[in-house]
């Protein structure tokens, strides 16, 4: 799998993120192929579009929140990238699923 620092070179500014998201970065990288992922509190998805960049049609990866706004730049930001599922929504959008459909969840920066 691709080397996780140089992943973190490219995507992280300082030590204290890259402490932050290290071990949820390090799980997704090592993950195998087919995966179901879920970032709640998506913003504009940075996140996921990052992750798309390194491993582009591995995995199917949502993204949710509860902005609009950014819901939609996040969409313009991603055009026609088939694995990739962004949605205006709240934490009612997971009643949509069996609790074991998505393999990884995860939220970083989120406000409340």
């Not at 939609?72 to 599922?85: D, F, H, L, M, V």
Request: hydrophobic share 35%; proline share 1%; charged share 30%.
């Amino acid at each position: 799998m691709a080397n996780v620092k140089e992943f973190y070179k490219n995507y992280l500014a300082s030590d204290e993120k890259v402490q932050l998201h290290y071990k949820l970065y390090d799980t997704i990288l090592n993950m195998k192929p087919h995966y179901n992922i879920l970032e709640f509190g998506c913003g504009t998805a940075k996140n996921i579009i990052h992750l798309y960049k390194f491993f582009n049609s591995i995995w199917e990866v949502r993204g949710i929140d509860i902005s609009e706004k950014n819901i939609e730049a996040a969409k313009q930001k991603i055009s026609k990238r088939e694995n990739i599922i962004l949605t205006v929504g709240d934490e009612n959008y997971l009643k949509e699923y069996k609790d074991d459909y998505f393999d990884v969840t995860f939220t970083c920066s989120v406000l409340d």
